[in-house]
């Protein structure tokens, strides 16, 4: 055992892999859990943060099919023939702590893991003009990151899931693929020992396709996702139950009631906060209408920025656009698992989408709800209470003119201790330092969720509090 240990510091190895089992030959079926890849040469980043290579085998409750290949994966994989499904990287933090974030990088097509994390830890460009820190991917040095292979026969589930006979059948299923990421976030959260309360999932092109498709359903998992350029709405629609339209007005009130249900996600945990970047010039964006309108619909976390940007995931790009610059600057890294979140609809200070109700008539560019923050003040079971306003991030272009106040629907979801009783009455009140401003009650919706009508929001803080009547 002396003399391995003395062959890998001859090789210059990293020391994690003194204890970890060398990388078998290419010959040699995988196995789970992964073992660290010792024929890796990518070690550290150009920050000076640990780079570790993690190889593996299948496990039978993925449902991969017979022929899946799960031999050892080329190393430095950068082309969609070097795509793989069974390696991964993990980039420490600069200064490794316990408890610390992750964030999981889920790749765009034609490229890989491999690809994305050189982006952001090894400076590489994809073109001349690129800049490693404008990648709309990467993630803070306190962060640990995560970047996830897959391929495009997967893309990252949706392929498997749209070409198996569950989904001609309508039936629910999480494809194998998504049921690798998740295990393979399981394992990186174990071994790490991460926070399980500040896990977030990020994907450009089919990345963000995956992101939402893999995020939306597992709000129990991440506390938020942001999805870049997404190449289809079609597997986040699939695995929530479907973003379908709504029925007549002059339908029966069951079929209301159960419509509702479907599009609030009834049954699934309350999904994660999302953070969407597309562009009316995208073709893949032909499917961001039943998104946007479902989140509203059906009261889901959607902050939303677009423009005439194309299909890129550079945010110097996108960020030319003052409103994209503002929707840039939400917090999504600081929202937490274990708080309740507030979802805004229906807001005056939103702009005109391309994929609203009225596509003819539409903002060049814009955002839906990324002025407004929040802060959590009470979750108990008696009393749910948080802080909202409306903020002013700053950013380059300071001639955009900011809103000083807007009014907005406003759902409280992700509840902790508070627990909202079907048929019951509920009082709100809006107060601020402590002053009321206004107040009323409300009743449970068909999904039994509480929404306070045209709150009206500043600059200034105020307080939305709810409380069950006696």
């Not at 999480?174 to 500040?198: F, G, H, M, Q, Y």
């Not at 190449?231 to 007549?248: N, Q």
């Not at 945010?315 to 409103?323: A, F, N």
């Not at 809103?403 to 009783?421: C, E, N």
């Amino acid at each position: 055992m002396k003399r391995l240990v003395l062959l890998v510091a001859l090789l210059g190895l990293p020391v994690a892999a003194q204890n970890a089992p060398l990388a078998p030959p290419a010959t040699v079926s995988l196995d789970w859990p992964p073992i660290l890849d010792t024929k890796s040469t990518t070690t550290q980043s150009s920050d000076g943060r640990t780079i570790e290579r993690f190889i593996h085998g299948p496990r039978k409750e993925w449902g991969y099919p017979a022929g899946a290949k799960w031999d050892y994966p080329v190393t430095q994989e950068n082309d969609a023939h070097q795509q793989n499904y069974n390696s991964f990287y993990l980039v420490a933090p600069k200064v490794p702590h316990g408890n610390a974030p992750l964030c999981v990088v889920l790749h765009s097509a034609n490229r890989t893991a491999y690809d994305y994390m050189s982006y952001s830890s090894l400076y590489k460009k994809d073109d001349p003009n690129a800049v490693p820190s404008a990648a709309i991917t990467t993630s803070p040095d306190d962060f640990y990151a995560l970047y996830l292979n897959s391929t495009n026969a997967e893309w990252w589930g949706w392929a498997q899931a749209h070409d198996s006979p569950n989904f001609a059948q309508h039936i629910n299923v999480s494809p194998p693929a998504e049921l690798r990421v998740l295990d393979t976030i399981e394992w990186v959260v174990k071994r790490c020992k991460i926070d399980r309360n500040r896990i977030y999932l990020c994907g450009m092109s089919m990345g963000g396709c995956g992101a939402l498709g893999i995020g939306m359903p597992h709000g129990d998992i991440f506390a938020a996702a942001l999805a870049c350029a997404p190449a289809g709405t079609d597997y986040a629609s699939y695995r929530t139950g479907g973003f379908t339209p709504p029925p007549a007005p002059s339908a029966l009130e069951a079929e209301h009631a159960s419509w509702t249900k479907d599009a609030y996600g009834v049954g699934l945990p309350d999904p994660p906060v999302m953070v969407d970047f597309s562009s009316e010039t995208d073709v893949w964006s032909a499917t961001q209408p039943a998104l946007v309108l479902a989140a509203q619909a059906g009261h889901m976390p959607l902050v939303l920025g677009w423009g005439p940007f194309g299909h890129v995931g550079d945010t110097r790009l996108i960020g030319k656009y003052p409103l994209c610059a503002v929707a840039l600057s939400f917090p999504w890294l600081e929202i937490r698992r274990n708080e309740a979140y507030p979802v805004f609809t229906h807001a005056s200070s939103d702009q005109q989408s391309p994929w609203s109700n009225s596509p003819a008539k539409y903002d060049e560019s814009g955002q839906i709800n990324a002025w407004f923050r929040w802060k959590n003040v009470d979750d108990t079971p008696s009393r749910i209470a948080v802080q909202l306003w409306v903020a002013h991030p700053a950013i380059s272009d300071h001639s955009l003119a900011m809103p000083g106040s807007a009014t907005v629907d406003i759902t409280l979801r992700r509840l902790q201790q508070f627990k909202v009783q079907p048929s019951k009455s509920y009082t709100w009140q809006v107060s601020r330092d402590g002053r009321p401003i206004a107040s009323g009650r409300v009743e449970p919706d068909a999904a039994n969720l509480l929404t306070i009508p045209q709150v009206s929001l500043t600059t200034a803080p105020v307080e939305l509090a709810l409380h069950a009547e006696q």
